[in-house]
T-cell receptor, first 112, second 116 residues
Framework: AQSVTQLGSHVSVSEGALVLLRCNYSSSVPPYLFWYVQYPNQGLQLLLK??????LVKGINGFEAEFKKSETSFHLTKPSAHMSDAAEYFC??????????FGKGTRLSVIA | DTGVSQNPRHKITKRGQNVTFRCDPISEHNRLYWYRQTLGQGPEFLTY????????KSRLLSDRFSAERPKGSFSTLEIQRTEQGDSAMYLCASVGSGSLNTGELFFGEGSRLTVL
């Protein structure tokens, strides 16, 4: 079975500071990994995905994530936080043939 | 707009009533998923369809829940005899053949259910 653990249910950063949201996964097969963002009362929007190509993945809105097999991690980063980045972020894993399994999410707050 | 569409966006009902949600996937997407999201949690898988065939159901899908996709296009999720614990956001997602082998899903904006 696959699973995702997101460390920290709430992360708060100052505007302009580095954003780091942590995700560790468990999978018995090579995983596909995703980060989705959710704004209040909206559905999920794909930020980026790892599909066994480059281990450093760049996504929308300046976010990127690095797949580290040895650490079973897929942490999400952004060099400089913007107020508009405040949202809920979900890490998810799939084997390709299985439904996406999501973590519990991390709420990002950005302080002016 | 050619994204995934869900209706209604919000539904408030009394305990014991039946409710039905509809999802219109992205045109030509042959796989359709339903997820449930409760407050402070990530989305949890409920069921999915490949065209009109329902291929997998989660243990979360009790016998009060039924989903259909009769013509392989739109789908409905019905909850009978609603309970307060059914209050959640119900998310629909679809995927086309091009993204099938990575598992990437395209989500609608969800239908929020409040059971009083």
């Amino acid at each position: 079975a696959q699973s995702v653990t997101q460390l920290g249910s709430h992360v708060s950063v100052s505007e302009g500071a580095l954003v780091l949201l942590r995700c560790n996964y468990s999978s018995s097969v090579p995983p596909y990994l995703f980060w989705y963002v959710q704004y209040p009362n909206q559905g999920l929007q794909l930020l980026l995905k790892y599909t066994s190509a480059a281990t450093l993945v760049k996504g929308i809105n300046g976010f990127e994530a690095e797949f580290k097999k040895s650490e079973t991690s897929f942490h999400l980063t952004k060099p400089s936080a913007h107020m508009s980045d405040a949202a809920e972020y979900f890490c998810a894993v799939s084997s390709g043939n299985t439904p996406l399994v999501f973590g519990k999410g991390t709420r990002l707050s950005v302080i002016a | 707009d050619t994204g995934v569409s869900q209706n209604p966006r919000h539904k408030i009902t009394k305990r014991g009533q039946n409710v039905t949600f509809r999802c219109d996937p992205i045109s030509e997407h042959n796989r359709l998923y339903w997820y449930r999201q409760t407050l402070g949690q990530g989305p949890e898988f409920l069921t999915y369809f490949q065209n009109e065939a329902q291929l997998e159901k989660s243990r979360l899908l009790s016998d009060r829940f039924s989903a259909e996709r009769p013509k392989g296009s739109f789908s409905t999720l019905e909850i009978q005899r609603t309970e307060q614990g059914d209050s959640a956001m119900y998310l629909c997602a679809s995927v086309g053949s091009g993204s099938l082998n990575t598992g990437e899903l395209f989500f609608g904006e969800g239908s929020r259910l409040t059971v009083l």
